[in-house]
């Protein structure tokens, strides 16, 4: 399904035209009716020699009524752009070429009227050949010129042929499966409610589908679609739409909102841009300038942020950075118009880059960079460039933002990711041998390959500090890792946190020991003064082995840290919170225990504290013990092998 839009200036027969054409009368308003001239967007529809089926946005052509133009033309296939033979090129003829090469319309028809009130055929001459030297250097350059007359039908069967050939020549619009229609048109029909009108892009919608209106973010349902007055069940990229909801009134709804599908698109007050600033802008562009913004059907105030220069003259480029006063809902790769407030013109536009970007500092050659590679980048290059940006990210998110076809960045992730300029935050992924298909649609986490090493560098950086605040412990636990680390990772979950730890570990930047964490070259050593009290604490263990001084006591020999340090290297057992032994006692009670149990089959609290002449307070501390560590089981007041 095709749009064609008409551009012209005002009184040069567009509507005439497109009545002549398609039976239908654009202009739909009474106050059009009675002055009759275009004051808002009409619509009408044909059907092409080839038997393809067309829509018509016809555009008011006067001055005062630009913007209105704005609003219809974003989402066209091709241009019906119409001068008058008894007039030629005037203000608003120059003003609309402009918009439509800004919006990057390269297909177009010129639409020569009112030829039956034009007699001089050198004087036709002359305004063909007008009309071919302002179209060179824009996109429409080289578009077949027909002379037409809507009164005698002189030339429209040509005309017809032209634009069947033009659309031949023009691609279908993609379908990448986020379906956009920015609204142009909001009314309501008794009986039925509320209805929105508009060009559908990016992908299809079915009747029953549920939607989200943006920037309000109003949840609605739709509850019946038409094109061209037909109803259908599904409607098609590049198809005119009307579409009846539920859920929304008229009220709640704007000509620049957009119909979605939920949970993708946000709308947004900064964006990233490249301004081609027209040469007939009359003053250079400078920095902080306030400018109407035209993208689709919306319409917003703006202030521009020249990033790359301090004025951009007329005729030159620029990379700029927009603050809109209100939110809009806009993806890369969005064509935009400029205009001054007052007195109102077109000066100019361009592509939208990136419309979630941080705020830039001016005159960054780095910033510069990376907008060019997302303007003209291929898709791999774009995607990294993003997640560079955002860093750590969501693969479908990060596929969303980059508004890229998913099988083109499902070959692109797989390449980034086979080179090793990706990194993939989940330990199953290379073992499953995934495909970018299911990556490009999946939750897991990506960081470029730069951006992972500077997060080592983080883990390492906190590991190292740890250590050096705790040198006598064997390692800093997990949990408190990830409670470090969660105050620089936005939404750092338990699963993302162990995949970063796995990764570290397999890479030989971490050591993972039971619930510790350290570094390769970290181990624990006394300092010659804090081994003497060791070699004190160890003697007077051994002096009364069964029997030991309470945890309390050790402490108060050697100090926390050194104890913990024994402890965590194994040289003494904490078998309760007030009880330990030296290793070796330790191992002889559990031997000689395990023993009396193979033997006996059972074993008391009272036999073990006789067994080694000791108290029932070891005894009992050391069989709860062994029955945490499931070596026994208690059974009444006995305890028996596991």
Known sequence: MRVIGTAGHVDHGKSKLVEALTGIDPDRLKEEKERQMTIDLGFAWLTLPSGEEVGIVDVPGHEDFVENMLAGVGGIDAALFVVAADEGVMPQTREHLAILDLLGVKSGVIALTKIDLVEDKEWLELIIEEISELLEDTTLAGSPIVPVSSKTGEGLSTLLEELDSCLKKTGQKLDIGRPRLPIDRVFTISG???????????????????????????????????????????????????????GVSKDELSRGYVVTIPGWLEPTTLVDAHLQYLEDAPLPLRHNASVKFFSGSAEVMARVRLLDRETIPPGEEGWVQFRLRKKVALVRGDRFVIRRPSPPLTIGGGLIVDPHPRFHKRFRSEVIEGLRTLAYGEPKDVILQFLKIKGLSKAKDLVRRSNIAEDEAAFALEELVTSGEVVVLDSEFQKRKASGRELASSELYLLSIDDWRRLKGKLVSLLRGYHKEHPLRKGMPRSELKSRLQGRIKELSTKLFNEMVVRAVREGELIEEEATLRLPEHSVKLAPHQQILANELFATLRANPFSTPSVAECEAKVGEEVLSALIEGGEIVKVSADVLFLKSTYDEMVRRVIERLKKEGSITIAQVRDMFRTSRKYALALMEHLDEKKVTKRVGDERILR
């Open 192 to 246: 039925f409610g509320t209805v929105v009108t508009g060009t559908l892009i990016d992908g299809k919608l079915r009747v029953g589908q549920e939607v989200e209106v943006l920037p309000p973010g109003k949840k609605a349902h739709i509850r019946g679609l038409q094109t061209h007055k037909k109803k259908k069940e599904t409607v098609v990229p590049g198809s005119r739409v009307a579409i009846n909801l539920t």
